[in-house]
């Protein structure tokens, strides 16, 4: 079974922050994502990575930037947090081949104080 | 642009009760994917089923069943006889045949609560 973990499954940080949201999934899947998931709003892609240093922006990737050094790990990061980032983060991973199914971690609720 | 509309944000039942969950979609594309996934207390979204554009034959897993209608732009979603494991947040997505990364769009989700 494919396994997707998120370093946190809850986090409250303090606004103006830096907060680091890890992932890591083992079955050397090329893709990864994030998203967030809010209330009557479903989820929502910030960025992913197709490959190792690979990365594109996704719908909502304002205060966000992401980091892939090692294929299995994928990073994101709050430059600044701020209490509109309070949320749900919600990693995945997949393989390239379109339209592979994602598989998604746990999740990370964070809250921003 | 692409969008995913699930209309009813919570549904509640009675265990062995019928329910239909809708998904509407909107996409310019004349090939695309749909999926639904679920979403157990746990958090994790379980990936459910994948159906493409080209293929509007209805599916059956067990209790689940889905109605694909291009017609309509619909992927409805079935649960028969509903069983109190079922309570989750059910989540419809799009994606493009071609979508860089495997890109999908969701819906915003309806929880449904089955109760004993």
């Known amino acids: 079974d494919v396994k997707v973990t998120q370093s946190s499954r809850y986090l409250v940080k303090r606004t103006g922050e830096k907060v680091f949201l890890e992932c890591v999934q083992d079955?050397?899947?090329?893709?990864m994502f994030w998203y967030r998931q809010d209330p009557g709003l479903g989820l929502r892609l910030i960025y992913f990575s197709y490959d190792v240093k690979m990365k594109e922006k996704g719908d909502i990737p304002e205060g966000y930037s992401v980091s892939r050094e090692k294929k299995e790990r994928f990073s994101l990061i709050l430059e600044s947090a701020s209490t509109n980032q309070t949320s749900m983060y919600l990693c995945?991973?997949?393989?390239?081949?379109?339209?592979?199914?994602?598989?998604f971690g746990n999740g990370t609720r964070l809250t921003v104080t | 642009a692409q969008k995913v509309t699930q209309a009813q944000t919570e549904i509640s039942v009675v265990e062995k009760e019928d329910v239909t969950l809708d998904c509407v979609y909107e996409t310019r594309d004349t090939t695309y994917y749909l999926f639904w996934y679920k979403q157990p207390p746990s958090g994790e979204l379980v990936f459910l089923i994948r159906r493409n554009s080209f293929d509007e034959q209805n599916e059956i897993s067990g209790r689940y069943s889905w109605n694909f209608q291009k017609s309509t732009s619909s992927f409805n979603f079935t649960i028969t006889a509903s069983q109190v494991v079922d309570s989750a947040v059910y989540f419809c997505?799009?994606?493009?045949?071609?979508?860089?990364?495997?890109?999908?769009?969701f819906g915003g989700g309806t929880r449904v609560l089955v109760k004993p």
């Open positions: 997505a799009l994606s493009r045949i071609k979508a860089a990364g495997n890109k999908l769009t």
């Open positions: 995945a991973s997949s393989w390239r081949t379109a339209p592979s199914p994602l598989h």
């Open positions: 079955m050397d899947h090329e893709n």
